[in-house]
Structure formats: structure tokens, C-alpha cells
């Protein structure tokens, strides 16, 4: 009889117990807002080179980017971009070509460069667990590229919008920060990704690379046809 009324009691009190602790969680990563910096935590891709040497310019406005957000109930929001910018685009350009090296500004006259790209930053959103009634903290960014010849002329423009989430769940009960941190490195790092597929296949970043790697071959045989 004793353990007939004791085993059912334990049942209840060990789900109440959960209900405690995810409402807990809730709490936690819904409320009170957050500040988190992105770290430069970023690889360098592993690819087939191009034999180019590309130049980048990284603005005083991207090296400094802010998204600060206030949410109803949630308190502020603040995440720091621009201090992984210079890690992120020294690993990616240098893992993709010959060489990179940053430029003073887009003109690449006068500099060891076959162009220079020019990135920046157009738009970032956020959501929370608390908004989509789910676990993760999500982070989209989107980027505006631009690539420069050696004259300075716009060769190409083209968007580039990355996507990173992460499980707040994973970081215990104080997840807010931690979390959101990932999310936006989870970002930069799809970025980094969606680059290095999508560069080729912009179709004026074909036609230049198609002139550029051309007068290397024509350079190399004099001229002379197969």
C-alpha cells in the first residue's frame, strides 16, 4: 500500500520538476536581452586556389558593425559583427586565392592586385526562442559584395545572405548570451561558405575571371594558339 501511494507521488513530483526547469529555460533565454560580440573563431576553406591575387577593402563601418535591437518584453539586444570581420575575410580570400592582402581603398592602381573586393554589411535579423516558441536562437546576415578591377571600376555586384541557429538548450540555464554568440558564428561562417560557392558562378565574376586567368595563359604561351 505504501509503495502504491509513494510510486505515483515521485511521478508527479519528477514532472513538475520538468515543467520547472524548461519553464526555467524559457525564462532564461527569453527575457533580459543580451550583448555578445562574434568571435573570430572562423576557418580558412579548404579549395582549389585561384591564381590571382585578390585585394580587400574592410570599411570603417564594417569594422565597427552593431546590430542593436530592442524587443518588447525581451529587453535589448546587441550583437558585435565587425571585430571578426578582419579574420573572416583574410581566411576566406586567402584560402581562395594565390594571395590576398587588404587594400587602402578599391582603386588597385599601383598595388600587387588583380581586383579588389569590397564587402559590407546591408541587414542583419535575429529571432529568440521566446518569438518562434522553439529552442534556438536564429541569425541571418546579409552582405553586399563588390568587386573592383585593377582601374577601380565595379567589375561585379552581387547580395550574399548567410543563416546560423543554435540550440539554446545546449548552453544550461543562462543560454542567452552564449547561445546567440554561436548563432551569429554559426552566420559568418555560412557566409564564409556560401562564398566560396557562389563567387564563380556570378555571371560577371565568370566573365572577369575568364579574361584575368585568359592573358595568364596567353602570357605564359606568347600568344599562340593550341
Known sequence: LEQALTTPTLRVRRTAARLL???????????????????????????????????????????????????????DWTIEFGSAQTTMFANLLGGMFESA?????????????????????????????????????????RYRMRLHGRDGALVAEWPLTAYGKANARNYGMNSREPALQAAALAAMRDAMAFFTVQFRTVPSVQAWLDAELGAQTDARTGGASP
Open 21 to 75: 526547469a524548461a519553464s526555467a529555460l524559457a525564462l532564461s533565454v527569453g527575457c533580459g536581452g543580451a550583448s555578445v560580440s562574434v568571435p573570430p573563431m572562423l576557418p580558412v576553406p579548404l579549395v582549389d586556389r585561384i591564381p590571382l591575387s585578390m585585394g580587400y577593402h574592410l570599411s570603417e563601418e564594417l569594422l565597427g558593425y552593431v546590430h542593436q535591437e530592442s524587443l518588447e518584453d525581451s529587453g
Open 101 to 141: 592582402v587588404p587594400v587602402a581603398g578599391p582603386a588597385a592602381a599601383g598595388q600587387a592586385v588583380d581586383a579588389v573586393l569590397l564587402p559590407s554589411i546591408e541587414e542583419v535579423q535575429f529571432s529568440t526562442p521566446d518569438q518562434t516558441r522553439s529552442d534556438y536562437f536564429e541569425v541571418w546576415v
